[in-house]
């Protein structure tokens, strides 16, 4: 399964993914994780906020839409934390765009 990554710098490639991988992990072994995951996945700090272009799921959990609304700035409703995605199927041709720094 791929799923296409937008990095902060605008680059965008396609990038495998195993199922039931964590998108921060995914993102950590492709070196795309420069300045986010600051709180280590624990919702404390937003930085890791993705767009979700196409695809995907936008099934958020409360905890996640709170730490959206009080960290990540220009947050919509497109707007997931990359450290609550776990993909699957469903990401299966999706597309993310890394916003830049909150």
Not at 8 to 32: A, C, H, I, P, W
Request: net charge negative; hydrophobic share 30%.
């Amino acid at each position: 399964m791929k799923i296409t990554i937008t990095d902060r710098n605008g680059n965008t490639n396609d990038y495998e993914f195993r199922n039931k991988q964590k998108l921060t992990s995914l993102m950590v072994q492709n070196n795309l994780d420069e300045g986010f995951g600051l709180c280590g996945g624990f919702l404390d700090c937003g930085t890791c906020h993705v767009v979700v272009e196409s695809g995907g799921s936008m099934e958020k959990q409360e905890d996640e839409q709170d730490c959206l609304d009080a960290f990540a700035f220009n947050a919509n409703d497109k707007s997931r934390l990359a450290c609550q995605v776990t993909l699957n199927e469903s990401w299966d041709g999706a597309s993310i765009k890394i916003v830049p720094d909150n």
